[in-house]
């Protein structure tokens, strides 16, 4: 069975960190994509940061140069270091798993994903 659990949220000021973890379990092989996503309270779910078919990571342009995905395919964990957080980015983060292939660029959409943990709450206080 399949499963996803992320871990590390929590209440930071404005301008600290926070790493936020993601852990997959149950997968066959490590042809798969993880990724994360978050929202904010009152939007609509919105990607964060994934790695492209080519391996190299995608950012959103709301958190280039401050947050950095990392990923561990013999461990199926996949990380996100929080760095210079704003209040803006206060939101439920959810990590999200297609166990059936790679990255592409059909994983910009949160539809393409079919496995997501229960979230983890990041709050940023000014």
């Known amino acids: 069975q399949v499963q996803v659990v992320e871990s590390g949220g929590g209440s930071v000021q404005s301008g600290g960190s926070l790493s936020l973890s993601c852990v997959a379990s149950?997968?066959?092989?490590?042809?798969?994509?993880m990724a994360w996503f978050r929202q904010p309270p009152g939007k609509e779910r919105e990607g964060v940061a994934m790695?492209?078919?080519?391996?190299?990571?995608d950012y959103a342009d709301s958190v280039k140069g401050r947050f950095t995905i990392s990923q561990d395919k013999f461990l199926n964990t996949l990380t996100l270091q929080m760095n210079k957080v704003k209040p803006e980015d206060t939101a439920m983060y959810y990590c999200?798993?297609?166990?059936?292939?790679?990255?592409?660029?059909?994983?910009?959409?949160?539809?393409?994903?079919?496995?997501w943990g229960q979230g983890t709450q990041v709050s940023v206080s000014s």
């Open positions: 149950g997968l066959t092989d490590s042809n798969y994509c």
């Open positions: 790695f492209d078919s080519d391996g190299n990571p």
């Open positions: 999200a798993l297609d166990p059936t292939s790679l990255c592409g660029y059909w994983h910009s959409r949160s539809a393409s994903f079919g496995y």
